[in-house]
């Protein structure tokens, strides 16, 4: 049996991430999601929480017909000894699919193999051009699974990410 990892901050999970762990699926048997700074939540650029993020990606990928593994992975702020971190709260796993050059690297130094998943239409599929489609009350819909939209919806979570986005009052 064949494990393997993916991580992001999934602030929201997107189409992108989606395509990406479809194309993982048939590489793996099973697949873990690390969702990456899981303590940060309520700001504009991270507004949902690990558990938020989780029920996104929960609901989104029980289509992929794989087991898969969704952890919170906190934050620790020490690249030495992040690979070791992130190997203490995950299942065991033999390959790394991601793009962050950081990330590559710190798993490479590590002796793991990492493959560089293809990037679905990027400028489109991304968390930033989401989150500011929510705030203008643009169409951000179409860019993340339905799965997704509806635990945005029941958390209310364009509300939130429009008042955490206003300025200060005066």
Do not use: C
């Amino acid at each position: 049996m064949r494990r393997g990892f993916y991580i992001g901050r999934f602030q929201p999970y997107h189409m992108g991430h989606h395509l990406v762990l479809e194309q993982i699926s048939r590489e793996v048997d099973e697949i873990i999601v690390g969702i990456g700074t899981a303590q940060i939540s309520h700001t504009v650029t991270d507004p949902f929480t690990a558990g938020e993020r989780i029920a996104m990606i929960y609901g989104a990928l029980r289509e992929l017909g794989r087991w898969f593994y969704i952890i919170p992975l906190p934050d620790i702020n020490r690249n030495a000894v992040w690979v070791s971190h992130v190997k203490s709260m995950t299942p065991p796993f033999e390959v790394v699919y991601s793009n962050n050059p950081l990330v590559v690297e710190l798993f490479m130094e590590a002796g793991m193999e990492v493959r560089r998943p293809p990037m679905y239409r990027r400028e489109v599929y991304s968390g930033t051009v989401i989150r500011r489609l929510m705030i203008e009350g643009g169409d951000w819909r179409q860019l993340v699974p339905d799965a997704v939209a509806k635990v945005i919806d029941e958390i209310k979570g364009v509300e939130r990410l429009r008042n955490i986005s206003k300025k200060d009052f005066a």
